[in-house]
C-alpha cells in the first residue's frame, strides 16, 4: 500500500487525524530516518552535503529513497561543511550537512567555523555512538571530558549544539536548530545523532507540530527612536561616511544602501566581507578600507565628522589594526552603529547611537526620517568628481602591469583577463591571497552577492570546495573560483566530487608555487622565506601541475605556458561550462605582493620600531598613539 493509499485508509478509518494536519499524518509508525527525511523535504531541502561513515547509514538509506532531495557525497568532511557553505551564501537559506562521528565530526570543523565566523546559516547533522554504549568507549567515540561528549568539539563554532537523547524530542529539535541557524545573526548549529536513534520507528504524530506554522521568522526593524536619531546625525553631518559590512549582503540590502546613499550623496566604503554591497562602479563607493584599502578611501574615512556603520564590526583587517588616522580616527569622528548581533555594536569604536535590528527594514525606516528632515536631498557633484578621478586614477596605476605580457603572469594581468571574459553576473569564490586581497582591491564587482570571500576566518582551501556548493546553488550561473596553488593543495578532491555529480565550474588556480602572502610577510621582516616556499631536498624550486592533477580526476584542464594563451584557455573553460563541464585553467604566476596602504599591526610585532614596545604602541606625550608607516613593508617581488 503506497502513501496516497495510506492516506485514505486512514482518513476513512481513524479518528485521530487532526485539523490543519496534512492525510499523511497517520498514527503509524516509520523509521527515524525517513520521519527526518521528510522533515527536510516539507522545509524545501533539495541539497544535502556529507560523507558517509557507519553512524549515518540508517540516513543514507532513507536518503536513497528521496525523490526530493540530492545527496552530494565528497571525499573529506571539510569539503562537504565548505561546499555547503558556498551554498547558503547563495541561496540565502540553511544548507545541510550530514557528518561521520569522530574523524569524521574533527575533519568538519574548519568549514563550520568559517561559516560561523561570516554568518552562514547550516544545519550540520553528525552520526554519533549507541546512545547505550555511552562510556564504555565503542568504534571512535569521543570520550575525553564526559562520556558522548563529542558534540562539544563543535560547541565554540556553533550557535548551539545539540545533542537528541530522546527521540521523541528529535522534531522539536529539529525546527529550533533550523530556526536558530536563519534568523538573527545566521550562522552553523549542530544536532548529534546517535546513530540508533535513526533505526528507531516512531509514531508519525509525534511530528504533527512540524507540518504547522510559519518556518520564517520575521526580521526585526529599528527602534523607531534610533532611525529619527540616526536620520538627524546624518542630515546634520558635513562630511558623513556609509561603512558597510557583510551585514548588508546578509540582509539583502544593497538596495536599500543606494537609495541611502544617493539621497544625501553620501560616500560608501566597505569592507572585504561587503565587496559587492554596491557596485564597485557606482558614483558614491568608495572602495575598500585597511590593510588592502586605498590610500583616497582613507583620507575620506579619516576626516569623516559622522560615520555609519552598517553590519560591521569593524574589524582589523578592515580597519587598520585599530591605528588611529590610518583608517579611521575616533578623535575626529562619531560612530554610529547598527547590527543584527548586539554584541558586535561597539566592539572596537565607540558610539553615539547603537541600533540592533534588520538592515533592509533599518536602511528603510532610515531614510523615510531622513525625507522629512531633508525633503529636497542633496546633491555633491565635487564629491561624486573627486571619486571619479580618484578611481580613474588607481585604474591608470595599474594599466601598465594589468596588461604585461611577461611570464609567468602577474596577478593583475590574470584579474584584468578574469574580468573581461566571464560575464558580469558570474559568481567568483576567492581563496586566500592576490585572488582574494587583489579581487577586492581592484577587480570590480557589480551584481550584488556575486562575489564570496572567507573574511572572518580566512581560510586557505575555502574557494576550490565553496564553488561546488555556490554552482549547486546557481546552475545557471558561470561560477568561478579564484585561488592559489596553496589554496588548491590543501584539498584536491573537491575535483572528484564535481565530476561525480556533474557540477560544472571553473577553477583559476593562480600558481606561485609559494604560500604567496605569507613568504612576502617573512621576506619583508625577516629578509627570509622559510617555510613558505616550496623545494625539493635538493633544493630545486617544486611546483605541481595542477592541470595534470585535474586531468587524473577526470577534468578538462589547460597549464597555460604564456600569458597570451590564458585568456583563450578561460574561453574555453567558460564554454565547457554551459555544457555541463568542470574545467581547470592554471596560470604560473609571479610572486607579486598584493599592495597594502593600511598598516597592520604584525609587522611591528615582527620588527618593531620606536613607537612600538613589545607589540603594543606607545602613547606620545599627548597622550595619543601615532601609527607607523608601513608603505614600504611589501615592495617590489618575492622571486
Known amino acids: 500500500m503506497n502513501r496516497k493509499h495510506l492516506a485514505e485508509h486512514y482518513r476513512v478509518y481513524s479518528n485521530e487525524i487532526k ?5 499523511e499524518i497517520k498514527m503509524s509508525k516509520k523509521l527515524v530516518s525517513d520521519l527526518l527525511v521528510d522533515y527536510l523535504e516539507r522545509r524545501g531541502v533539495t541539497k544535502l552535503f556529507g560523507l558517509c561513515g557507519h553512524t549515518v547509514i540508517g540516513m543514507l538509506d532513507a536518503l536513497s529513497r528521496s525523490e526530493k532531495i540530492e545527496y552530494i557525497g565528497t571525499r573529506h568532511e571539510s569539503v562537504a561543511s565548505t561546499a555547503a557553505d558556498g551554498y547558503a551564501r547563495v541561496t540565502h537559506k540553511a544548507s545541510v550537512v550530514m557528518c561521520h562521528l569522530g574523524p569524521g565530526l574533527t575533519n568538519v570543523i574548519t568549514g563550520v567555523a568559517n561559516a560561523s565566523l561570516d554568518s552562514i546559516p547550516m544545519v550540520v547533522i553528525a552520526g554519533d555512538v549507541p546512545s547505550y554504549y555511552y562510556g564504555r568507549h565503542p568504534h571512535q567515540e569521543v570520550q575525553m571530558h564526559a562520556d558522548g561528549d ?4 563543535l560547541e565554540p563554532v556553533v550557535k548551539r549544539a545539540w545533542r537528541v537523547d530522546d527521540v521523541e524530542a528529535f522534531p522539536d529539535i529539529l525546527d529550533k536548530a533550523f530556526r536558530l541557524a536563519e534568523s538573527g545573526r545566521p550562522g552553523p548549529v549542530l544536532v548529534d545523532v546517535p546513530m540508533d536513534m535513526f533505526s528507531r520507528e516512531m509514531d508519525e ?5 512540524t507540518h504547522k506554522g510559519n518556518l520564517v521568522t520575521m526580521r526585526p526593524a529599528l527602534d523607531p527612536a534610533a532611525a529619527k536619531a540616526i536620520a538627524k546625525r546624518l542630515v546634520e553631518a558635513k562630511n558623513p561616511v556609509l561603512h558597510a559590512g557583510g551585514g548588508i549582503l546578509l540582509s539583502q540590502a544593497s538596495e536599500e544602501l543606494a537609495a541611502l546613499a544617493e539621497y544625501l550623496d553620501i560616500p560608501v566604503s566597505r569592507t572585504l566581507a561587503g565587496q559587492g554591497c554596491l557596485s564597485d562602479l557606482h ?9 588592502w584599502g586605498l590610500e583616497f578611501t582613507h583620507s575620506l574615512t579619516t576626516n569623516a565628522d559622522v560615520i555609519l556603520g552598517l553590519g560591521t564590526r569593524f574589524g582589523e583587517a578592515d580597519s587598520s589594526s585599530w ?31 547603537g541600533a540592533m535590528g534588520d538592515l533592509k527594514i533599518g536602511l528603510g525606516q532610515i531614510l523615510e526620517e531622513v525625507k522629512k528632515l531633508c525633503p529636497e536631498g542633496r546633491n555633491n557633484p565635487e564629491l561624486r568628481a573627486r571619486i571619479a578621478r580618484a578611481k580613474a586614477d588607481f585604474k591608470q596605476s595599474n594599466a601598465a602591469i594589468s596588461s604585461d605580457s611577461r611570464f609567468p603572469m602577474t596577478p593583475q594581468r590574470i584579474l584584468k583577463d578574469v574580468k573581461e571574459v566571464i560575464p558580469e553576473d558570474a559568481v567568483i569564490f576567492t581563496d586566500v591571497g592576490w585572488n582574494k586581497n587583489g579581487v577586492a582591491q581592484e577587480f570590480d564587482i557589480t551584481i550584488p552577492g556575486t562575489i564570496h570571500h572567507s573574511s572572518g576566518l580566512a581560510t586557505m582551501g575555502f574557494g576550490p570546495s565553496a564553488v561546488l556548493g555556490g554552482k549547486v546553488a546557481a546552475p545557471d550561473k558561470i561560477v568561478i573560483n579564484l585561488t592559489g596553488d596553496g589554496g588548491f593543495g590543501i584539498n584536491p578532491s573537491c575535483l572528484a566530487t564535481a565530476v561525480e555529480h556533474g557540477i560544472a565550474c571553473t577553477w583559476v588556480v593562480m600558481n606561485n608555487s609559494a604560500f604567496g602572502t ?13 617555510g613558505t616556499v616550496f623545494y625539493k631536498p635538493d633544493g630545486e624550486r617544486y611546483t605541481i601541475c595542477w592541470a595534470d592533477v585535474a586531468k587524473s580526476y577526470g577534468i578538462e584542464s589547460i597549464c597555460v605556458n604564456s600569458a597570451e594563451e590564458f585568456k583563450p584557455a578561460l574561453e574555453k573553460a567558460i564554454a565547457a561550462n554551459k555544457e555541463g563541464r568542470p574545467f581547470l585553467v592554471e ?4 610572486n607579486i605582493v598584493v599592495p597594502t596602504p593600511g598598516c597592520w599591526n604584525i609587522n611591528d610585532i615582527y620588527t618593531p620600531n620606536a613607537l612600538v614596545k613589545e607589540g603594543k ?14 608603505s614600504k613593508s611589501h615592495d617590489g617581488c618575492l622571486n
Do not use: C
Open 19 to 23: 485539523p490543519g494536519i496534512t492525510e
Open 283 to 291: 558614483p558614491l563607493m568608495i572602495g575598500q578600507t585597511g590593510f
Open 323 to 353: 591605528y588611529q588616522g590610518v583608517t579611521f580616527d575616533p578623535d575626529k569622528t562619531t560612530f554610529l552603529q547598527i547590527d543584527i548581533d548586539p554584541m558586535e555594536i561597539g566592539r572596537n569604536y565607540p558610539v553615539e547611537i
Open 150 to 153: 563529542q558534540y562539544k568539539l
Open 205 to 209: 504524530d509525534l511530528w504533527a507540530r
Open 518 to 530: 605569507i613568504a612576502g610577510l617573512e621576506n619583508a621582516n625577516y629578509k627570509t622565506k622559510f
Open 587 to 590: 596560470a604560473p604566476m609571479e
Open 617 to 630: 604602541l606607545v602613547k606620545k606625550e599627548n597622550g595619543r598613539y601615532v601609527a607607523p608607516s608601513h
